[in-house]
């Protein structure tokens, strides 16, 4: 299910929506490989998710 909402918002050439799902999957992974204790992932993961958010800080100012 959440491949298929990625590629629809890839599709759409939404770039909100694509990086809210983004950090969607960054937070479900982080949280399952926390549950594993893989922590070489959960720290990837949360880079992801900085890294998203930063994206959509930008792209919200720059709508202002």
């Known amino acids: 299910m959440f491949l298929l909402l990625l590629a629809w918002a890839l599709v759409t050439e939404?770039?909100?929506?694509?990086?809210?799902?983004?950090?969607?999957?960054?937070?479900?992974?982080?949280?399952?490989?926390?549950?594993?204790q893989a922590?070489?992932?959960?720290?990837?993961?949360?880079?992801?998710l900085i890294i998203t958010i930063y994206n959509l800080g930008r792209i919200f100012n720059e709508e202002d």
């Open 14 to 36: 939404s770039k909100i929506t694509s990086f809210i799902i983004s950090a969607m999957g960054s937070v479900l992974v982080a949280t399952y490989s926390y549950c594993l």
């Open 39 to 48: 922590w070489p992932i959960v720290i990837l993961n949360i880079a992801w």
